[in-house]
């Protein structure tokens, strides 16, 4: 055999083995992520982890499987399933479930969690986030003081802790600072995804006189809706399901989230740390939502109090209090 035609063949040969190793390598390169969720997918908060993740599938940066309606009593096996079928990532919600979570991430310390919590990260591998979106919820409170005539808004939350909490007392702020009159009623269902207890404890709260309801959770809005008062979102913007109830919203954007640990975790260097600060106005992980159908209902001074806030925030010229403590009703 000559010395061309052996070294054609040894080419072919390398570049055949090249494309064989290149197959599984490439395969290899999307990360395998797992999420846990105690509620229905489509519920706010939840929808907002996993638009972000389903946003990195389409990039075709990882794979992705979830659970939901995962009870408290079962989340901790669940998570032991998914770290053991090797996905490199798993994101949830451990807000009810802290102690078994924090114990599985130290079975599995070479896998990355990144989930909700309201405690501090664990060394090595447990990373917490919130919907920290305070923020914009303060400008939602601005435009519902300004709004309101009756000087009465009712709010209906999940749970009192620190992740509702904050974003009620931002509320409560940003509607005294433009409007000191303004009282509130506040009450917590207990429940993170049960929109008829929330629409009759809105009810109530309408029926003493409150002309607009904050919507922490699902089922407020069609109580505004039905009894003709006034909404405002949490979460996700619904105002195109409820064109003249639902003013404006404040809106969490999981994706700066998402992405950071994303690469931290491509790149070797996921660790233990609070990603609080992704959910920020700044870095676009909240904003307030567009006013769409009542651009022209909202008073053009209100407007521009609320843009010109807006753009302090934006500026860092501006911090809105970030306040855990359980929100009291001032309403008489």
């Known amino acids: 055999m000559s010395t061309t035609r052996r070294h054609a063949l040894i080419a072919t040969a390398t ?6 190793l290149a197959g599984p390598a490439f395969a290899q390169a999307k990360l395998k992520v797992a999420a846990i969720y105690t ?6 908060w939840v929808s907002r982890i996993d638009k972000a993740l389903k946003a990195a599938v389409a990039r075709g940066e990882i794979e992705y499987v979830f659970s939901e309606n995962v009870a408290n009593a079962d989340y901790e096996r669940v998570m032991r399933q998914y770290a053991e079928a090797g996905h490199q990532l798993i994101v949830g919600e451990s807000f009810a479930v802290e102690a078994a979570a924090r114990r ?13 919590s309201s405690g501090k990260p664990q060394a090595p591998n447990f990373a917490v986030f919130d919907n920290y979106i305070q923020e914009p919820a303060y400008l939602t409170g601005m435009i519902a003081g300004g709004m309101t005539k009756s000087n009465k808004i009712g709010m209906v939350g999940g749970y009192p802790i620190p992740e509702v909490n904050r974003l009620m007392n931002a509320f409560m702020a940003g509607a005294k600072e433009v409007n000191p009159k303004v009282e509130f009623t506040v009450t917590f269902i207990n429940s993170w995804f049960d929109p008829p207890k929330a629409k009759e404890a809105a009810f109530a709260m309408i029926d003493r006189g409150a002309d607009i309801m904050y919507a922490e959770r699902f089922g407020v809005s069609d109580a505004a809706k039905e009894r003709k008062v006034l909404a405002i979102g949490n979460v996700i913007d619904t105002q195109a399901q409820y064109p003249d109830t639902v003013i404006a919203s404040a809106l969490w954007h999981m994706e700066p989230t998402i992405d950071t640990a994303l690469k931290a975790v491509k790149a070797g260097q996921f660790k233990a740390e609070d990603y609080g600060k992704w959910s920020h ?7 307030l939502s567009p006013l769409g159908t009542f651009e022209k209902r909202i008073p053009a001074e209100l407007v521009a109090k609320v843009r010109a ?15 855990d403590d359980q929100p009291k009703g001032s309403a008489r």
């Not at 570049?15 to 064989?20: D, M, S, V």
């Not at 509620?39 to 706010?44: G, K, L, S």
């Not at 806030?309 to 306040?323: A, H, M, N, Q, W």
């Open 281 to 287: 106005m700044g870095v676009k992980g909240s904003s």
């Open 309 to 323: 806030r807006e753009k302090e925030i934006l500026d860092g010229k501006f911090t809105v209090k970030i306040d």
């Open 15 to 20: 570049a055949a083995l090249a494309a064989a």
């Open 39 to 44: 509620v229905p997918v489509e519920q706010q």
């Open 104 to 116: 599985v991430a130290k079975d599995y310390p070479k896998t990355a969690f990144l989930m909700g």
